[in-house]
């Protein structure tokens, strides 16, 4: 999978440890539906990272091999741009018998997304954390994630 990054262990995207998995591209729709500049945007340095290429097996081993992490995170930037490398990854997981939740972070609603969710939902215990972040919105405690979200109108859904 093509990635801008790998955190082995993560503590702040989900309840459980997790590896963070930075995907490659985004295009802003967060700022620019709220007329910001794309430089204020959290990730906007991690858009900046080089690309690397990361072989599903290896990034399996990785997190195999690690006792502590119980579950894949896959953000950082737009992740749904990068929908079929993902789907692959966690068919390399399932695969190899390996059933830890994957949870996406997405700024995508379920409604433009359809098709997207549909791929997903082939794969066991996948869980997709909807929304765009909303400037000066109120966070909000999601149940489903176990974390803070900066935004009241994200939210997070088990779709398998």
Do not use: W
């Not at 079929?84 to 972070?105: K, M, S």
């Amino acid at each position: 999978m093509r990635v801008k990054g790998v955190i082995e262990e993560d503590f702040l995207n989900f309840r459980e440890p997790a590896m963070f998995i930075n995907t490659c591209f985004c295009d802003f729709k967060c700022c620019t539906e709220s007329g910001l500049d794309v430089g204020v945007c959290q990730n906007a340095p991690l858009a900046q990272a080089p690309i690397k290429d990361i072989p599903d097996d290896v990034l399996f081993q990785h997190f195999m091999g690690n006792p502590i992490t119980k579950a894949v995170v896959v953000g950082g930037l737009e992740p749904i741009m990068q929908v079929g490398e993902l789907a692959e990854l966690i068919f390399t997981f399932r695969r190899n018998g390996c059933q830890a939740p994957f949870v996406i972070y997405t700024g995508y609603y379920p409604e433009e997304i359809e098709d997207e969710v549909a791929l997903l939902k082939q794969f066991c215990n996948i869980i997709v954390k909807f929304g765009r972040f909303i400037p000066n919105k109120p966070h909000r405690f999601d149940e489903t994630l176990g974390i803070e979200l900066a935004s009241d109108n994200q939210y997070a859904e088990r779709i398998s």
